[in-house]
């Protein structure tokens, strides 16, 4: 792995800059209030963030899995829901620019990569997890429509997204009967239920998404009937990494608060960092995020290179990154004693915003299982 | 139109910010070095022109060490067309009056209907480079400004003075400098970051500027830290508290 350039010496310091200036100042009152800015999105936008690693020719940024690692990095130090929310976003973008045709990519990504029009991914059902081969969401062929009939689970952005790109099953074929639509806001027959109460991630929205008799063109589909499967999992690789940078983000933006802390709390007759146990503490959450960022770096080469062992690395960084977001930022609540559990430190908040980075984007245990089955394989 | 906007790069005031001992100069290793807010502020006012007519052509000047092309690099990734950097050792400690002859000298190359700029720096804070470039140049100097009006060959503005505000114009081309109440600066889009390194920076010295290599005529001699903050007064009420509050503050024109 290669040091950085010049040009993501200065891409990290917009950003940082930006997170600063646009999402500090309110973090804690989106998070309060479960404010989705789509303000700040747009504002986004127009820096580039909406299509990170898409193709210029319809307004994406064409940087590298790499660049983007560092951009999630730098916006989930300051807040890990916005970040996460325009990772998921930017997982959407790139599935539409790798996989969508001239027409599709034409009409649906100029205003996707301005963040104008948000999207949301929708794989996950009611009673489909894990097991996303077994989605039950049905689109029935009708003349030049599809009709769908279903309800996905856990969407983010939805009531607020402009474009849905939606996983369901066009034939009883497993995972190889799943196809890739694209439904936009305001269809017939699409509606949302309740924004759903959450431990964290509060300044997105959260929510079903319910499609009855919901009709669209045959031209909105990705790919061909049966590349779906393909398509999600393709997607979430990319997403994978992402969130990993994400909880990177947060777990060093909870440590930098720990070494402030510690430094200047006193106990005991001096500052807390000269308790060694203190320090070993603080010198195991950087080398956990350390470990983690190299991961991420290492998948994103892979990504960009298409090595063919992207999917292993992705799951690794994943897992590894994700796990170390988590136990970081809660290590850092306890050495932060009372105040760490008070709302004005920011820590818990940290806390409640990683747990679920080690549910989504496939569990840790599904990653374990892909990792696991992949180096069964190779013997 | 082509407008020219100096640039100065200047330790972040985020920082611990110190002069060298020996020489009094500034200190560069002691505190990152950025371009001064202020300046970005002038270079998005120049922007703004740009934004609506794309003719609008938008060079940077600045002078100072190697890392200063830093800064320009900085410029040219918000959206400015091109850099010129004044690098010479023998500007080391420059003072107000040779950097305005040596930036004066650049500007003379380029043509500018407008130089646009900063009305004071964060680091020296002088606030006279603008109106000696306009002095050696023979621009009218419109000094000040919160807000830039540019086009029909005129600039026109508005500037605050202690009992009101002043709408001043001048005809182009003109020398043009900005407050901190002027538009906030843009940030650079990735795009931008990406396009940066191909836009021209031209590289001048001294010589090929034409001027001799003159020590700087004003040289800091002493100077020592900023005391510790020492306690305000207290005014105990003994039923007078408040008119010696309101004295205080009319004393001290807070009022």
Known sequence: MTARTDEQDAMVEMVRDFAANALAPHTAEWDENKHFPVDVLAEAGTLGMGGIYVGEEHGGSGLSRSDAVLIFEELAAVDPTIAAYISIHNMVAW????????????????GITAMTELTSYCLSEPGVGSDAAALTMRAVRDGDDYILNGTKQFISGAGTSAWYLV?????????????????????????????????GWRAQPTRQVVFEDVRIPVSNRLGE???????????????RVNIGACSLGGGRA????????????QAFGGPLIDKQHLLFEIAQMDTE???????????AEALDTGAPDTVKLCAMAKLVATDAGFRVANQALQLHGGYGYLSEYGLEKLVRDLRVHQILEGSNEIMRLIVGRLAVERQ | ???????????????????????????????????????ERALETALQVKDADKSTEVVVLAMGPEEAAKAIRKALSMGADSGIHVLDGGLAGADARRTAAVLAAALRGVNADVVLAGNESTDGRGGVVPAMVAEHLGLPLVGGLNSVELGGGTVCGERSSDTGSLNVSAPLPAVV???????EARFPNFKGILTAKRKPVTTLSLAELELPATPARAVVLAHSERPPREAGRKITDDGTAGTQLAGFLIENRLV
Do not use: C, H
């Open chain 1, 167 to 199: 996983m369901v099953r066009t034939a009883d074929l497993g995972s190889r009967g799943i196809t890739a639509v694209v439904v936009p806001a305001g269809t017939p027959g699409l509606s949302f239920g309740a924004n759903e109460k959450k431990m």
């Open chain 2, 1 to 39: 139109m082509k407008i020219a906007v100096l640039i100065k790069q200047v330790p972040d005031t985020a920082e611990e910010r110190t002069l060298v001992p020996a020489t009094g100069w500034l200190d560069r290793a002691a505190a990152d070095s950025l371009v001064d807010e202020i300046n």
């Open chain 1, 225 to 239: 009937e049966g590349d779906g499967f393909g398509i999600a999992m393709k997607g979430l690789n990319g997403g």
């Open chain 1, 254 to 265: 909870a440590l930098e608060k720990s070494i402030a802390y510690l430094k200047e709390r």
């Open chain 1, 95 to 110: 599935m539409i620019d790798a996989f969508g045709n001239s027409e599709q990519r034409a009409a649906w990504l100029p």
């Open chain 1, 289 to 299: 995020l350390e470990v983690s960022r190299t991961m991420l770096m290492r998948a």
């Open chain 2, 177 to 183: 400098t900005v407050t901190e109440r002027s538009a």
